[in-house]
């Protein structure tokens, strides 16, 4: 681990990272009933992708890999120098800061302790998919540029 200035999260974590983020979107879709609709399911190997249940309990493991990877990397952040965030990286935050609070509340909403309105229930529902496809283009654009999380100076050399 390397501090001054520069963060260091090597190549395991972007593999765990990238893994994370395409079995979220991949079991966050299948909640939607396209898979089946689309034949998707009928491909040897992804029958599992059917069934509700199934893909929204996975969903809920990548979101507990989602929340203690992006721990990490929060505590890497804070004891590495604080480098600055790019323009890309501030806008990709903010989207998964909104997808973490809406998944969250989509979570809570199941336990008969927590209490939310219909409207937020509604913000909560509409707002995850919503911020999961523009995450999605977030993504493809910042590749497709090129523009990583992390300003030029703070980049891994
Ligand atoms: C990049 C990250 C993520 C993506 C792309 C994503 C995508 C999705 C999509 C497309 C759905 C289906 C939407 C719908 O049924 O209307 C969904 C549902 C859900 N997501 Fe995520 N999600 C992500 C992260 C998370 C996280 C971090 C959590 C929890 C903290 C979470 C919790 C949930 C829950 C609880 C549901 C609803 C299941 C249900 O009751 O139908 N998601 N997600």
Redesign the pocket.
């Known amino acids: 681990m390397r501090f001054q200035n520069q963060l260091s999260l090597g190549r395991v974590y972007k593999w765990l990272w990238g893994l994370c ?1 395409l079995g ?2 991949f ?3 299948g ?2 009933p396209i898979y089946a609709r689309y034949k998707l399911s009928t491909l040897p190997g992804l029958k599992w992708s059917a069934d ?1 249940y199934f893909t ?1 309990a996975l ?2 493991v ?3 890999l ?2 203690a990877l992006a721990v990490y990397a929060i505590i890497l952040w804070l004891f590495g120098g604080r480098p600055a965030l790019s323009k890309a990286g501030i806008l990709k935050l903010i989207i ?1 800061v909104g ?2 609070a ?3 509340v ?2 809570l ?2 336990f008969h302790d927590f209490y939310f309105s219909p409207d937020t229930l509604l913000v909560a ?2 707002g ?2 919503a ?3 523009v ?2 283009v977030a993504i493809a654009i910042t590749a497709a540029l090129s523009s990583p999380w992390f300003k030029k100076e703070y980049r891994e050399q």
């Open positions: 983020i979220l979107v079991t966050g879709f909640q939607l509700f929204h969903h809920e990548f979101a507990f989602f929340i998964l997808i973490f809406t998944g969250i989509r979570v909403k199941n529902d509409l995850h998919l911020l999961a496809v995450f999605l």
